[in-house]
C-alpha cells in the first residue's frame, strides 16, 4: 500500500485531478492551432505539482507520462508548438525541484536532442535585437548547467558522455551544434570526462563540423575546448589523446618537442629574471639561461666546419632555433625592452656566419636529393628571413655577411637552374635540386620586399643576377614557365613509388615559385629584363615578352592548384596593362580563365578568400581599368560583364562584393603613389565605372528564413567579442551585406561638388539612381512593405538624401520634376518620408523652385488619389521652406489658398494631412501678422478649433491626435536631423522598416576602409528624435492585448477543439453506413440533406461542408467530387470532408433525385425568397429533411421550385437583396438543429 501511494484514499481528489488535466492537455495537443495550444501549457506546471509528493519528494506517477505529452509536442507538424514545448521542458529545472528519474536522462538525449536540431527553432523572437542571444540558446545553456548540477556524482561522466556522442551520431546543421556545445562550455567545472570522453570531443571536431561555416565552427571549437579543459579529469589522462597522428612515417623529427623545448627555456628564463628582481640584482649573469642554451649553441657553431654532424642533430638543433626566433619575434617588438629576449638574441648571434654557412652548402651542393628532403629545404629556407630579422634588430655589423650569403646563394641557385641536363631523363637527384634553388631564389625574393631596410638591391652584380634569372625564365629558351613539368620528368620517376609520391604538389610548388620571382623581377625591376634583352642576341620586343609571359600564365592557371595562383595573378596584373591595345583577345581569355577559377572556388572557404582578393586586385587594378575604358573595346565589356557576375555571386555568398567595392574605392579616392603615376587622375575609372557604385548603394539581398538565421547567428557571435576567441582568430573582413552600402555611402560622402570630376559623377549617379527607382515602380505598382522592391526604393532616396547637399542649382532644375513625380507613386510610408524629406531639402535651399510644388496640387483630384499626402506634409515644414525667404507673404498666400482646398476633400486622410498644414501655415501667418488674413481669421480658427474638438472620444479625434504627434510632425526638423544616423538608422526605425535594414552608425566607424575625415559633422541623430518609438498614427495598436495574455499563468476555461483520432475517411454509402458511423463517433442521428449541387463557388461549398459537418448533417450533396480536391474548398473545410458523407448529383440529375428522397419521406425545402415562402423563424421542420440552397447569383430555376414543398427565407432588415449562400445555409441548418435538440428534450 505505501509504495502506490497515488491509490490510497488522501490522494483520490489529487489523481481525478491529474487525470483530468493529463487528457486535456493530450485532446488540446492533437491540434496543431498555437492559438488554442498555447492556453494550456500553463497547466503542465499544475500537472507536476499533482505528480509529486511534497512530503516524500518522490514521484507519485512515473515522469513517462509527462514524456509523452512533451514528445507529442516535440513531433509537431507546428514548429512553434514544437518551440513552446522545449522551451517549456527547459525551464522546469529552473522553477521546480523535480525528483532524479533515469527516465529524464534518457528522454533528454533521445527526444529532446533530437527536438533541438532543427534550426529554425534557433531564431530571435520579434522584440529582440540583431547579435541577442536567442531564447532557446539562453534555456539551454541554465538547463544543462542545472541538470549535471542535480545529477548524482556517478551519473554525470556517464550522461555527458551519451550527451556528446548523441552529437556525433547524426548530421547536425551548425546553429544547433554551436548552441549545444556553449552549453556545454557553461556546465560548471566537473572532472567527469575520461578517454571516451575526449574520443567523443574530437569525433565532433572531425566529422560533425567539418562542413560547417567559418565562423559558426570556429566559435564551436572555442565552445568544446572549453568544455574539455572544464570537464575532463586530467589526472587520468594524457594530453596525447589530443593529437589524432597520421600514418605516414615523418622523414623529419617532428616539430613538437621543438615547439615545447623553446617554451620551457623561455618560461625558465623568466622565472630566472623575476627571481633575480626580487633579490635585487643589478648585474644579472642569466646562469641558467646560459646552461640551458649551451648545448644548442655548441651545435650551430660546429654546423659550418663539422660536415659529420649526424642529421637528426642538425635538424632538431635548427628546430629549436627558428622555434626561438619566432616565439621571440613574436613575444616582443623591442629587445630593450626585455632583458631575457635581448640576452637571447646577443647568443644566438654568435652561430650566425656558421649557420649561414652551413645552409647555403645544404641548398647549393647536392645534399639535398629526396623527395623528403625538401622539408629540410623547407627548415632551411624558414631560418633565413629570421635570422636576417635578428641580424637587423641585434647587430649590424651582421649584415655584410648576410648580403654575402643571399648573394652566393642567389648565384649558385641560378647556375643551378641554368645547367643542361647530361641525359635525356633526369634522375631524381638533379630534380630536387632544381626545385630547391627555385625555392631558394623565391625566398631571397621575399626577404628583399619585406625587409627593404636591409639594401639587398644594392649588392654588386645583384641586378645581373636577376637579369640572368629572367634570361632563364624565357619561355623559348626554357620550358620552365610555359611546361614546367617537361623539365621535372615524371616518367622516370613511376617506377619508384616512394620517390613519386606528391610528385604533382612539388611540381606546382616549383611553378608557383617561379611566377613569384617572375613578380618580384617585374615589381621591383621593371626595367631590368627589357635593357638586358637589348644587348642580347635573342631579344624580343617588350610587348611580344609580355605576350610569351602572359600566355605562359594562362598555362600556368591550368596546371596549377587554386591555393598556388596566387603569384600569377599579380603577375597578370602587371602584363595586361601592356597588352589590353595589341593583344585584346589574349587578355579578355585571361579575365575569363580567372573569373572560371574563382567561380569555381565559390564553396571553398580556406582559399577562396584569399584568391578572390588577388583576382579583384588584377581586374580591377587602377591602369588595367583605365586601358581598358579609354578603348572601350570587347575588354571593357568584359570587365562591366565580370562586375555584374561578382554581384550576383553576392546573393549567395555574402562578402564578395565588399572585397570588390571595397578596393575600388580605396583606389578611386586615395590612389597610391605608384597608381598616380600610371593614371593622372584615378577618379577617372569611378565614372567609367559608375554601375559599381550604382548596385553599390541599393545593394542587399532579402533573405531566407535559413540565411537570415545564419545572420543573425553570425551578428550574436560578433558581439561576444573577446569572449569568444573565433573573433580573435577569425580575420575581420567586414562580410556583412550592410558594408557594401557603408563603403558607397562613405565614399559618396568623400566627394566634392567643386571638383569637376566629382561633381560629374555625382549628377551621373543621381540620374541613374532616380532612373533605378522608375523602373522599381514600373516593374509593380503595388509592393508590399519590406519587400525586395520596398527596400530598394528605399535605398535609392536615402542614397540620393546624401548626395543632394553637394548638388548645384541648375542640376536640380532638372532633375527636381522627377523627384516631385516620384512623390506621385504609390510608396510604402518610409519612401515618402524620403521624398518630402528631399522636397523640403531642396525648396528651402533653392525657393525659387517653389512653383513646381504649386504645381503639383493641380492634377486632376482623380489621378492625385491620397498621393497628395504627400506634397501636403512637404507644406507641414513650410517654416523650413521659407527659413532663407524675404518675401513671405506672397508664398503664405499662395499655401492658404491650396491647403483650404484640400481641407474639404472626401478621404478622410487626405483631410487630416491638409488640417495639419493649415495648421502650421496659420499660425505662421499669425506671426507675421499678414493683415490681408483678417477676414479669414474667424473662419478658420473656428475650423481648427471644431477639429481639435470633433466627435470627443471618437476615431476621427483619435486619429486627429495621433497625426499630430507623429515624429515627422511633432519632433523631426528636416536641418538638425540630417545626419547619416537618421537616415540609415533612426528613419528606418521609426518608419517601422525591417530591423535588418537599419545601418547603425557604430558600422560606419567600424568600417575603416574607406575614412571619413575627422571634421566630419552629418553623424548624429538628435537625442530627440533618437529615443523615439515607432507609433505611426495610421495603424492600429498591434498586440496591445498581448502582455495580458502572455502574463496569465493559467486559464480558468480554455478552448477545447476536439480532433477524431481516427483518420480514415467513411464509407459514402449513406444508406447503409451513416448510423454506425454516428453512433461510432458519438454524434447526433440527425436525418437533414443538404444539398448543395447548384452551388459552383469551391470556398462557398468548404463553409457549408465545415458547417454541415459539425451540426450534424446526414449528409451534403453536391455537383462534383471534384470539388473536394480544390484546395480552396479544403481551406475552408479544414478536413470536414473527412467525416461527413459526400455525395454527387450533377445539376440535370436533381429532378430525379428530389423525386426519390420525397418518396423516402423527405419533405424538400427550399431556402428562397418566393411569393409563398415561409418566415425561418415560423417555420417548423420535419424530422426528415433537405434543403436545397440556390446558385450564387441566379438562386433556384423555376423549374426546380415546382418540386418544392415549402420554401424557406430568412427575414432581413436591411437594404441589401440578399445573403451569401453559405451563410444561408449555416442559418438553415442552424435552426434545424436547434429545433430538433429542443424536440429530444422535451422527450426526454
Known sequence: GEKSGFLLFPFNEKLMQFWETYILIMETLEGNQIHVIKPVLPKLNSLYEHAI??????????????????????????????????????????????????????????????????????????????????PLGMRLQKFLATYIMLLPEEEKGSFLLKFIQKMTSRHWCAVPIL?????????????????????????????????????????????????????????????????????????????????????????????????????????????????????????????????????????KSLQLLLKLLQTCSLKCSNTQDDGVLFFIWKSLMMPVESILEFVLRRLTTNELSTVGDLDRCDLYLDLIPEIVNLCLQVSWKKVPSIKNFILSLTNASIRNLQERNSEEEPKLKEQIKKVASMASLTAVCEIMHRKPEAHLESLPSMEGSFAQLSSAMKPELALNIAYPYASLNICTLLCEETASQGWGKIVARYVRDQWICLRFILNSFPTLAQEYEETSEMSLSTDERSRKFLQSALEALTILPSDQVLPVFDCMKVLVPKLLDSSESLCIEAFDLAWKIISSLSNTQLIFWSNLKAFVRFIF?????????????????????????????????????????????????????????????????????CELITEACVFGTVFRRDQRLIQDVHAFIENLGEKCAANVVTESTNRDDHYVRVCAIKFLCLLDGSNILHKTFMEDIFIKLLDKDKLVSRSRTRYYANSLQHRIKNRVW???????????????????????????????????????????????????????????????????????????????????????????????????????????????????????????????????????????????????????NMHGTGNARRNWQRIQDHFFFATF?????????????????????????WISLSKFDRFTDVPLPPAFQWYH???????????????????????????????????????????????????????????????????????????????????????????????????????????????????????????????????????????????????????????????CFPEKSLLLLGNEHEGIPANLIHHLDVCVEIPQQGIIRSLNVHVSGALLIWEYTRQQVIKQKQQK
Open 621 to 689: 587594378d587602377t591602369e588595367v581599368l583605365a586601358v581598358a575604358a579609354s578603348a572601350k573595346g570587347q575588354a571593357y565589356a568584359k570587365i562591366k560583364e565580370i562586375i555584374f557576375k561578382l554581384i550576383d555571386m553576392s546573393a549567395t555568398k555574402t562578402g564578395v562584393f565588399n572585397v570588390v567595392l571595397s578596393h575600388c574605392c580605396r583606389s578611386w579616392i586615395f590612389p597610391t603613389i605608384d597608381e598616380r603615376s600610371a593614371l593622372a587622375n584615378a577618379f577617372l575609372n569611378a565614372g567609367n565605372y
Open 1021 to 1179: 541623430s538628435r537625442m530627440e528624435l533618437r529615443d523615439l518609438k515607432p507609433s505611426d498614427w495610421s495603424q492600429q495598436d498591434m498586440g496591445s492585448n498581448s502582455a495580458e495574455t502572455d502574463s496569465q499563468t493559467e486559464w480558468t476555461d480554455v478552448q477545447k477543439k476536439i480532433i477524431p483520432w481516427k483518420n480514415s475517411t467513411p464509407s459514402l454509402d449513406l444508406e447503409m453506413m451513416f448510423q454506425d458511423r454516428a453512433a461510432k463517433l458519438g454524434k447526433s442521428n440527425s436525418r437533414l440533406i443538404v444539398v448543395a449541387s447548384l452551388i459552383d463557388k469551391p470556398t462557398n461549398l468548404g463553409g457549408l461542408c465545415r458547417t454541415s459537418e459539425i451540426f450534424g448533417a446526414s449528409a451534403l450533396v453536391v455537383g462534383s467530387l471534384h470539388y473536394i480536391q480544390d484546395k480552396q474548398f479544403q481551406h475552408l473545410s479544414v478536413s470536414a470532408e473527412q467525416w461527413l458523407p459526400l455525395v454527387e448529383v450533377k445539376p440535370s440529375q436533381l429532378v430525379d433525385y428530389l423525386q426519390q428522397k420525397k418518396m423516402e419521406g423527405y419533405t424538400i425545402i427550399g431556402v428562397e425568397q418566393t411569393a409563398k415562402s415561409f418566415d425561418l423563424t415560423e417555420y
Open 53 to 134: 509528493s511534497g512530503e516524500k519528494g518522490c514521484w507519485l506517477f512515473h515522469p513517462s507520462w509527462h514524456m509523452c505529452i512533451y514528445k507529442r509536442m516535440f513531433e509537431s507538424e507546428n514548429k512553434t508548438l514544437t518551440k513552446e514545448g522545449i522551451l517549456h521542458f527547459l525551464e522546469l529545472y529552473e522553477t521546480k525541484h523535480l525528483p532524479n528519474s533515469l527516465g529524464f536522462s534518457e528522454f533528454v538525449i533521445g527526444p529532446l536532442m533530437d527536438a533541438l536540431s532543427e534550426s529554425s527553432l534557433y531564431s530571435r523572437t520579434p522584440g529582440q535585437l540583431m547579435g541577442a542571444c536567442p
Open 798 to 948: 536615402q542614397t540620393l538624401l546624401v548626395l543632394l547637399p553637394k548638388l548645384d542649382q541648375n542640376f536640380l532644375c532638372g532633375t527636381l520634376d522627377k523627384v516631385f513625380q516620384a512623390g506621385f507613386g504609390n510608396n510604402q510610408a518610409s519612401v515618402k518620408y524620403f521624398i518630402e524629406w528631399i522636397v523640403i531639402l531642396s525648396l528651402h535651399k533653392y525657393p525659387q523652385f517653389l512653383n513646381k510644388l504649386w504645381d503639383c496640387f493641380c492634377y486632376d483630384e482623380e489621378k492625385l488619389k491620397t498621393s497628395i499626402c504627400t506634397f501636403l506634409s512637404v507644406l507641414s515644414h513650410f517654416d523650413i521652406i521659407l527659413q532663407n525667404t524675404s518675401e513671405k507673404k506672397p508664398a503664405l498666400k499662395k499655401a492658404l489658398i491650396v491647403v483650404l482646398q484640400w481641407c474639404f476633400n472626401h478621404n478622410f486622410s487626405v483631410r487630416l494631412y491638409a488640417l495639419v498644414a493649415l495648421k502650421k501655415i496659420w499660425g505662421m501667418c499669425r506671426l507675421l501678422h499678414v493683415e490681408e488674413f483678417d477676414t479669414l481669421t474667424p473662419v478658420i480658427e473656428s475650423s481648427l478649433q471644431q477639429v481639435e
Open 179 to 315: 548552441f549545444l556545445s556553449m552549453a556545454l562550455a557553461y556546465i560548471p567545472a566537473c572532472k567527469v570526462l575520461g578517454t571516451e570522453g575526449l574520443h567523443a570531443l574530437r569525433d565532433v571536431l572531425q566529422c560533425t563540423m567539418i562542413t560547417h561555416q567559418i565562423l559558426l565552427r570556429g566559435a564551436a571549437q572555442c565552445y568544446l575546448l572549453q568544455t574539455a579543459m572544464r570537464l575532463t579529469d586530467v589526472v587520468s589522462l594524457v594530453l596525447v589523446f589530443f593529437f589524432s597522428s597520421s600514418g605516414e612515417n615523418c622523414l623529419m623529427p617532428d616539430w613538437f618537442e621543438a615547439k615545447l623545448v623553446a617554451t620551457m627555456i623561455l618560461l625558465a628564463a623568466d622565472v630566472e629574471q623575476m627571481r633575480n628582481k626580487h633579490s635585487g640584482k643589478s648585474n644579472i649573469e642569466w646562469i641558467e639561461l646560459e646552461t640551458f642554451l649551451n648545448p644548442l649553441l655548441d651545435v650551430l657553431m660546429k654546423l659550418g666546419s663539422n660536415a659529420y654532424i649526424p642529421t637528426l642533430k642538425t635538424d
Open 973 to 997: 526638423h528636416p536641418l538638425e536631423d540630417y545626419s547619416l544616423e537618421t537616415i540609415f538608422y533612426t528613419l528606418p526605425r521609426l518608419s517601422e522598416l525591417a530591423e535588418d535594414e
